[in-house]
């Protein structure tokens, strides 16, 4: 039987989470920008990269306020995302099919973020860590723009061109 943790260990354990899946992620998205045929969608990924630079540093400054070593565990499901990634680039030619799948791997990768960042910021609304809630919904707010930016791409251009390069 495991050993009985209470809310700060588990608090603890999702930030460790997201801090290594930011991690993996930020060496993820070079290699994605660097197949990805449309100039919107390399730029989208290069700037991501950006701030999930920041989201890294930001969530240094959680540990830190926590009074923790900022550190990961292995995140099997962030793993799974990029490897699925990985699959994609090996099994489609560079171009919109590839980008198409490129955008849905993107956002996998972004929904889970989301899910994390929201329960982190709950908890931390619940515990009264509102300098923590600050850092953590400024995270969340740019994880759904990047969401909408993919899926708003997506749906204009992406999706189209790939359809028709199928056809």
């Not at 495991?2 to 992620?25: H, M, P, T």
């Not at 099919?97 to 955008?103: R, T, W, Y």
Request: aromatic letters at 6%; a negative charge.
């Amino acid at each position: 039987m495991a050993a009985a943790k209470g809310f700060n260990e588990l608090c603890l354990s999702f930030l460790r989470d997201i801090y290594y899946a930011e991690r993996q992620i930020l060496k993820a998205l070079p290699k994605m920008a660097k197949v990805a045929q449309s100039d919107q969608l390399r730029q989208a990924f290069q700037q991501h990269r950006e701030e999930t630079e920041h989201h890294v540093e930001r969530l240094q400054q959680v540990f830190e306020k926590l009074g923790s070593r900022a550190r990961g565990q292995t995140c099997e499901a962030i793993n799974g995302i990029i490897e699925e990634g990985e699959e994609l680039v090996g099994d489609f030619e560079k171009g919109p099919v590839l980008d198409a799948g490129l955008i849905a791997n993107a956002q996998a990768v972004e929904h889970y973020e989301m899910c994390r960042y929201g329960a982190l910021v709950a908890w931390a609304k619940a515990a009264g860590k509102n300098d923590v809630v600050e850092l953590l919904e400024q995270t969340l707010e740019e994880e759904k723009k990047t969401d909408t930016l993919l899926n708003e791409l997506a749906n204009s251009q992406v999706n189209q061109e790939a359809a028709k390069a199928a056809a």
